[in-house]
C-alpha cells in the first residue's frame, strides 16, 4: 500500500502547481480516470457482447418452440448457440470486477493513520475544505451540511443524483425493449414452470434495476472522501461510456434524448 501512496503523491505533486490544496483529489480524478482507460477494451467488448446476445433473440425464441419444455435439451442447444457466436452471458461483469482493487486501495489507504509505520501524509490533504480521509459525518459534525465541507458533499451528492437520473432512465428504456417480445414467441408458451418462475423472478429484478445506482449516494456518504472521490468520477466515466457504447442499441437513443 506505500508503493500507492507515494504513487498518489507524485500525481499531486505534478498538479499542485494547477490544483494547489486540492491537489491530491485532482490525482484521485486522475487516477480513476486511468483506471478506467485500462478496463475501457473490456467495456467494449461487454458492449459487443450485449449486442450479439440481443441479435440472438430471435434464435433463442426458436430453439424455445423447437424444444418445447425440455429445458435440458434447451440449455444445451443455448450453450451451444453461445459457443457458437463466441457470446459470454458473464463479460458485462469483467470491468466492474477489475476495478474493484483500485477503490479497496483508496478506502483502506484513506482510512489507514499509518502507512509503513510512519504517519499517513495524505489525510492531510482536502478538497477545498474537506479532509480527504473524512466522512460525511464528520462534516455535518464540523459545519453541518451547508458548512465549507458539508457543500463539498453537497456538491458530490448532486453529481450522483443527477447521474443516477439518467441511468434511470436509460435502464427503464432499455429494459422496456428487452421485455417486448420477439415476432412469433409467445413469453408463456412452451415454457416450463420453472422457467415462467425464472422469467418472473427476472422482471421483478428488472424493476429494481433503475434505482440501484442511487445506492450509490450511499456509498458517497459513508465512505471515506478520497474513496467517494473514486465512485463518483467511475459513476459519470461509466454513464458518458454506456451511452457512447450502446447508442445504437434499441431503448437507447431514447432514453438519452429523454434527458436532453
Not at 466492474?96 to 504517519?119: C, D, K, R
Request: contains cysteine; charged residues 15%.
Amino acid at each position: 500500500m506505500s508503493v500507492f501512496a507515494h504513487l498518489v503523491e507524485h500525481i499531486a505533486d505534478l498538479l499542485q502547481p494547477l490544483f494547489h490544496a486540492s491537489a491530491a483529489a485532482a490525482a484521485i480524478v486522475l487516477f480513476t480516470a486511468l483506471v478506467r482507460l485500462l478496463v475501457h477494451p473490456l467495456s467494449r467488448a461487454a458492449a459487443r457482447g450485449q449486442r450479439a446476445r440481443a441479435a440472438l433473440q430471435p434464435r433463442i425464441a426458436e430453439l424455445r418452440k423447437e424444444h418445447g419444455k425440455d429445458r435440458e435439451k434447451f440449455q444445451k442447444a443455448l450453450m451451444e448457440l453461445h459457443a457458437e457466436e463466441k457470446v459470454s452471458p458473464l463479460s458485462g461483469c469483467l470491468p466492474s470486477l477489475l476495478q474493484m482493487p483500485a477503490f479497496f486501495l483508496l478506502y483502506h489507504l484513506f482510512s489507514s493513520s499509518t502507512i509503513g509505520g510512519e504517519a499517513n501524509a495524505l489525510l492531510g490533504h482536502e478538497l477545498f475544505a474537506a479532509p480527504l480521509g473524512g466522512r460525511w459525518a464528520d462534516a455535518l459534525g464540523d459545519g453541518g451540511p451547508f458548512g465549507p465541507a458539508g457543500l463539498v458533499y453537497l456538491a458530490l451528492f448532486a453529481v450522483v443524483t443527477a447521474v443516477a437520473c439518467f441511468n434511470y432512465v436509460r435502464t427503464k428504456r432499455t429494459a422496456a425493449v428487452a421485455a417486448a417480445p420477439v415476432a412469433g414467441e409467445d413469453r408463456n408458451e412452451d415454457r416450463s414452470e420453472s422457467e415462467q418462475a425464472t422469467a418472473a423472478a427476472l422482471a421483478s429484478v428488472g424493476r429494481i434495476m433503475p434505482f440501484m445506482s442511487f445506492l450509490t449516494l450511499i456509498t458517497v456518504a459513508v465512505v471515506p472522501l478520497a474513496a467517494a472521490l473514486y465512485v463518483v468520477t467511475s459513476t459519470a466515466w461509466s454513464a458518458v461510456e454506456r451511452a457512447v457504447l450502446y447508442r445504437d442499441m434499441p431503448g437507447a437513443a431514447s432514453a438519452t434524448a429523454a434527458l436532453v
